[in-house]
């Protein structure tokens, strides 16, 4: 949508035409423990699988965000008046604070499952040695 820019010598544009989430650079150059992806549409066609071994979470709103207009969902995509800016702003965070709340879940429960496991090998490896000795009618 927007012009090309050139900064110290590169050419840079709109990452919505090739890769609006810019999260190819990210994985490719940031060295990205976990990607958080925030899209603008709740159906947006975006496959996490691009980027395997890189845990996604990916955050869609929960209302739609496009309002009937002569333009259809470009209205609501280039109203920046500061009513629509608080209401996408307060939903972003509502939206964000619930998928990263059922995230936070998701691994609390894999650290206490893994303090679990820890705790019952430790005492597994406290048992003593059981002692193997011939049963009746067995020659040692």
């Known amino acids: 949508m927007l012009p090309s820019r050139r900064v110290q010598g590169q050419v840079y544009r709109d990452g919505g035409l090739a890769d ?63 009513q629509r800016i608080s209401a996408r702003s307060r939903q972003g965070y509502a939206d964000a604070a619930d998928a990263l709340g059922r995230a936070a879940g998701v691994l609390g429960s894999l650290a206490s499952l893994r303090q679990s496991q820890d705790a019952m090998l430790s005492e597994v490896a406290g048992l003593p040695s059981p002692r193997c000795e011939p049963g009746p009618g067995v020659d040692p």
């Open 20 to 82: 609006g989430t810019a999260a190819g650079a990210l994985v490719k150059h940031g060295g990205c423990d976990v990607l958080i992806v925030t899209h603008l549409d709740r159906g947006a066609l975006w496959d996490a699988h691009q980027y395997p071994g890189v845990p996604v979470i990916e955050i869609r709103p929960s209302d739609a965000m496009r309002d009937p207009g002569p333009l259809g969902g470009l209205s609501a995509v280039l109203d920046f008046s500061p």
